[in-house]
């Protein structure tokens, strides 16, 4: 994809799929600067799609369009369109915290907050107006993200007093504890331990049951071991001097990483990168 | 110090117990602290040491009992303190009562982009600038301006609630109220400035985290934001309540001085330093000695709030 603002041809993968997002040339600012230039990506239901290529192409920054979360950053200005059940995200008459209900979101550092594990997950519930049983659902997000044996004892400790991979699926949890349709993670696993970052990654195998989940990552082995679908995206010189990032090419997992496309992947995803 | 390089020939010992200026330098430097430290304890010492010794012969004369004597009379050496440690209190607590919500709540705007970068600094430079203004220059304005601005409203009140014994007497000039409004600006920079700094170090990963949940900006401050600052919030309002229990010149120049004990708090009334301040002059004797017992019970008190102080905001940070 040497001229990034055309329009790609569709993924012929994700073509017969039931898509959840939509993302139609969409274009990230912040304040003049171009972060992100004219992405097309379908996100279908319940897979796991991974964002991979190097720092500065604007990853993460999609990532955070997809729960409104760059509406934090007052310069950062989002163009195209983005659906969402048929609903453009950023309609006007879109709020935002409706956004993040519906999808969720963990984050590159374990950020659990400073209150007891039983209240990390309540918290999310809560302001999503949960009126069932809570006890249950902090038993029921705590499984779902393998975290129960190792917390059942201590659900009024402090979250901060858990060990960082501990930490992360308590982010994953209290997540999971607000059902939301989505999970996008920022590369999750980016400050855990080898033993712990496998454990995240079988439990990403089992939510995608339930979750479709888009992940960043820097790690090619586990983009290739957790996603079906894979973006691989890159940087390049803008006129005036600056780098703007752009979607080389979206692809089945098993094609990107053995039969990409493009040059510029087949050098990234075979380590001959920059 | 030369430039020489270290010769081979020297063994590890020979070389280090060699004269070297730099290592005279820093062991001189090594004393210098250690002095500068030990001579701040000292003063301390030194200032609770004179409170209690020329204190003494009021200590021995009044006992305990000068916590609850309403007396004051040089004439019959009859001295207590109960109306200037209620005082203390009261004006304090009132201050208090104003301040913190205020505060706290200037504090989460400022902490928040409500405001463009361009209001908002200016906006918390001027918090700070109200910290720089002179105690006395307080007074004058509360003197002058605040209470004949406030005075209409505090008689509206009376003439509305004066069956409430709080505020049963007419407003008086000089009274427990208005000084603890004046009291309550005095701090409030005190309480914004710490509480707003606290709430800007809390991790930017805490207000992400909530905010990617579906929480509200509202639900992100109160339930995320605000307890987890909640450390040096506290901390803001007991440093806040240690000025306001020992301030001088505001109270002593607004509160009336009364010796008595009055349930209104539109009459006049008197705290521990306005006390002082009003009386050292022309004391000598029982009553210097009287003078110092209620400095060493201010003393005692901020003592024990900034002791509090440490032990909430430790208790806080250990739950953190």
């Known amino acids: ?274 | 110090m030369t430039s020489q390089t270290i010769a081979k020939s020297e063994t590890l010992i020979e070389s280090s117990q060699k004269f070297n200026p730099v290592r005279l330098v820093d062991q001189i430097f090594y004393w210098l602290t250690v002095a500068t430290a030990l001579g701040v304890g000292f003063i301390l010492l030194w200032i609770a040491w004179s409170l209690l010794s020329i204190a003494f012969p009021a200590i021995v004369k009044f006992n305990i009992g000068f916590l609850f004597s309403t007396s004051w009379n040089p004439v019959n050496d009859a001295f207590g303190a109960l109306p200037q440690i209620a005082g203390t209190i009261i004006s304090a607590i009132i201050a208090l009562l104003f301040a913190v919500p205020l505060g706290v709540g200037v504090a989460v705007f400022l902490s928040e982009n409500f405001l463009p970068t361009k209001v908002q600094t200016p906006l918390g430079l001027l918090v700070e600038l109200l910290a720089a203004v002179p105690s006395v220059v307080y007074g004058m304005w509360g003197i002058f301006v605040f209470v004949p601005f406030i005075l209409p409203f505090l008689q509206g009140i009376h003439r509305v609630f004066g069956w409430i014994p709080l505020f049963s007497t007419p407003p008086s000039t000089r009274q427990m109220f208005t000084t603890a409004m004046v009291l309550a600006i005095m701090i409030l920079p005190t309480i914004i400035a710490i509480s707003r700094d606290s709430l800007l170090s809390v991790a930017p990963e805490l207000r992400q985290g909530a905010y990617g949940l579906g929480a509200t900006r509202w639900e992100t401050l109160t339930r995320v934001l605000v307890p987890s600052a909640l450390s040096g919030i506290i901390g803001s309002v007991m440093l806040a309540l240690g000025r306001a229990l020992g301030e001088t010149m505001a109270a002593a120049m607004l509160i009336g001085n009364a010796n008595r004990i009055n349930i209104s708090l539109f009459a006049p009334a008197s705290t521990i330093s306005a006390m002082i301040a009003n009386q050292f002059g022309e004391a000598s004797g029982l009553q210097k000695s009287a003078l110092f017992y209620q400095a060493l019970i201010l003393m005692v008190m901020t003592l024990i709030v900034n002791m509090l102080a440490e032990v909430i905001v430790n208790r806080f940070q250990q739950v953190e």
Not at chain 1, 102 to 123: H, L, T
Not at chain 1, 183 to 191: G, K, N, T
Not at chain 1, 203 to 220: D, G, P, S, Y
Not at chain 1, 230 to 236: D, I, L, R, S
């Open chain 1, 1 to 274: 994809m040497t001229n990034p603002s055309t329009r790609p041809a569709a993924p012929q993968a994700t073509q017969s799929e039931d898509i959840v997002l939509r993302t139609e040339n969409v274009s990230v600012y912040y304040g003049a600067f171009e972060a992100v230039r004219n992405v097309y990506l379908d996100i279908p239901k319940n897979k796991v799609v991974a964002f991979i290529g190097p720092s500065g192409c604007g990853k993460s920054t999609l990532l955070r369009c997809y729960n409104r979360l760059n509406d934090l950053i007052p310069s950062a200005r989002v163009t195209g369109k983005i659906a969402y059940q048929n609903n453009d995200l950023y309609d006007p008459k879109v709020d935002p915290v409706e956004v993040r209900r519906r999808i969720g979101m963990v984050f590159q550092r374990p950020n659990p907050f400073p209150k007891s594990i039983y209240e990390n997950i309540a918290f999310g519930a809560r302001v999503n107006g949960y009126k069932g049983d809570m006890d249950e659902l902090v038993e029921r997000s705590l499984r779902s993200a393998a975290l129960w044996d190792e917390t059942k004892d201590k659900l009024k400790q402090s979250g901060l007093a858990l060990s960082g991979g501990q930490q992360q699926r308590l982010c994953i949890a209290r997540t999971i504890a607000i059902e939301p349709e989505v999970i996008l993670m920022d590369e999750p696993c980016s400050a855990l331990d080898p033993i712990s970052t496998l454990r995240v990654e079988d439990l990403m195998h089992e939510l995608k049951q339930r979750f479709t989940i888009i992940i960043v990552t820097h790690n090619m082995q586990q983009a290739s071991r957790v996603a079906d679908y894979t973006g691989f995206f890159n940087a390049e010189a803008a006129e005036g001097g600056s780098r703007f990032g752009y979607l080389v090419e979206y692809e089945k997992t098993e094609s990107v990483f053995n039969a990409p496309r493009e040059k510029s992947t087949q050098d990234y995803v075979s380590g001959r990168f920059g």
